[in-house]
């Protein structure tokens, strides 16, 4: 573990450190064409945004099937702060993937990657930080315009942001709306953008972020009704 997955005391620390890391990020790949298993990333937030749990869930990567999975509850490591948002999840996400007992080889992020305003998103952070294949597939852009990609599934057009190319703007569905794919380390976009593919068999998210997601809602569930019990208000 490198001094990357160290919170920051202040904005200027956690910028610092995102331009200390950027350059190790590898854009080039190609990454694993045929990975076995592949992990997917997600973190729910308590409404008051005091508690988080992060969850990473181990997918065989040809069924698609849940073969390991782990959690993490705590609290935000870092305040809330837009382009600053992996400082707030890296050492629970850390912590949950210390807990697995298979080394996944593949990291699915729910968030963004290169399409970050600095280049350096939460899976470019977590891929440095633990030397593994990574790509991040958000929901909604950080950055960047877009032309909209056409209807069926497979479709994408190239996410800009400043003349670059920081990702990909991926159909997975027809007719749905798309998802935004940026490489993260040890990927080619071309690559991440395949295995997003073969990660969305019938749903518009990978399911490895839809298994991470339920395991991170029903983790953070869990703690709140501990800490309900154990409140003497209560």
Not at 25 to 46: F, H, I, K, M, N
Not at 163 to 174: A, E
Not at 209 to 219: P, Q, Y
Not at 225 to 231: C, E, G, L, W
Request: aromatic content about 4%; proline content about 8%; glycine content about 12%.
């Amino acid at each position: 573990m490198t001094g990357g997955a160290v919170g920051p005391g202040s904005v200027a620390e956690a910028v610092a450190v995102q331009e200390e890391l950027r350059p190790l990020v590898d854009l080039v790949g190609p990454g694993p064409s045929a990975p076995e298993t592949v992990a997917g990333l997600d973190v729910a937030y308590s409404q008051g945004g005091d508690l988080l749990a992060a969850a990473v869930t181990v997918l065989d990567a040809r069924t698609l099937v849940v073969v390991d999975s782990a959690v993490c509850v705590g609290r935000p490591a870092f305040g809330y702060v837009p382009g600053l948002f992996a400082f707030r999840e890296l050492p629970a996400l850390l912590g949950a993937l210390d807990r697995l007992g298979t080394v996944p080889d593949l990291l699915v992020c729910d968030g963004h990657g290169l399409a970050h305003p600095r280049r350096f998103g939460l899976a470019c952070h977590l891929g440095v930080v633990t030397g593994l294949p990574a790509i991040g597939v958000g929901k909604t852009p950080l950055v960047g315009t877009w032309d909209p990609p056409a209807a069926e599934r497979g479709a994408w057009s190239p996410l800009r942001d400043g003349g670059d190319v920081v990702g990909r703007v991926l159909r997975t569905q027809d007719g749905v709306k798309p998802v935004f794919v940026s490489v993260g380390h040890r990927m080619s976009l071309e690559n991440a953008t395949a295995q997003v593919l073969a990660l969305t068999p019938r749903f518009r998210l990978p399911e490895s972020t839809r298994t991470s997601d339920r395991l991170c809602r029903d983790a953070l569930a869990g703690a709140r009704q501990a800490d309900r019990s154990t409140d003497p208000a209560e």
